[in-house]
């Protein structure tokens, strides 16, 4: 009778109360990327790295540093050395579409955070991108009264990104008083910098008043190098719009520099999201989806309270 108490009430005690961390713990995860350096991206997995405390997973992180040749490397190397899981944050994992079909065969689970769904991978966890761009482009738009001359800052290998410059050219399609006159694919990393230099060229080569009214950014870093070279230069009427909630663009909104918008994503809710399925899946579940979304959320000077003159 003893023993049956008990054990119902261990029964119960687990149905109801043993933390979901311990459903997978002592699972080895593995956590690469290419672009570490990218802040959206070290915001990412220092948030997964917190969940995964909480799980008691061991991670280990790996930083290709933008060589793509060695991250589908580091991916295989995951997946014959006995990881239990791939997590691939901000790429495509069609770039490495060998590697992920071959973790899937040998039963390693990939899922990917800021990325793409893939017939290989259980999951995706991003933000609607397609909608991140309609939002900040039609804000751009409306600061400019919906007519002059933009640039573009554009990374179109990463899937979202691309989204993102899809949302654009929709909206330039109805909007013809508004020209784009220029753009610039971001080399990647050192993004900043390249944005830099190539907003010197298209300052040069548009010259006076009104030539540039308007920067669309497809996420921040781009548009934090564009306003580098806009002040340099002294230029006067261009205001700038990202996308990700930097917390750079966002101080360069509150001191009423050219940047005037950004919006942010839920870079650690979309870890958590991530972390959470991840510890579903280890322990023989499956994930809600095969794409989620995390909430975003448009920041500009009215919404930081900043009035400037």
Known sequence: MHKSLAALGLASILALGVSQGALAAGEKVSVITPFLAAIATGEMIEAF??????????????????DMA??????????TSGANAIVLVSVDPAQIQDQVDKAKAAGVPVITIDGAKNAATV????????????TMTKFLFDQIGNKGNIVRFFYSAHPGVHQRELALDAALKANPEIKQVADHYVAVPGQIDDSRAAM???????????????????????????????????????????????PQAIDLIKACTAYVGTVRQGFGEMANIAAGELNTILAG?????????????????????????
């Open 49 to 66: 790295k917190a969940k995964a405390t909480e799980y008691q997973w061991t991670v280990d992180v790996v930083d290709t540093a933008g």
């Open 123 to 134: 999951l995706n966890v991003t933000s609607d991108n397609y909608v991140l761009g309609e």
């Open 70 to 79: 060695a991250f589908a490397s580091r991916v295989e190397d995951a997946t």
């Open 200 to 246: 010197d060229a298209m300052l040069l080569a548009n010259p006076g008043d009104g030539a540039i009214n308007a920067v669309w950014a497809a996420w921040d870093e781009p548009g934090i190098g564009a306003n580098l070279a806009i002040e340099a230069a002294g230029r006067k009427g261009i205001v700038i719009a990202g996308i990700d909630g930097n």
């Open 285 to 309: 579940g499956s994930p809600k989806a095969d794409e989620l979304y995390a909430p975003v959320e448009l920041i500009t000077r009215e919404s930081l309270g900043v009035s400037c003159p």
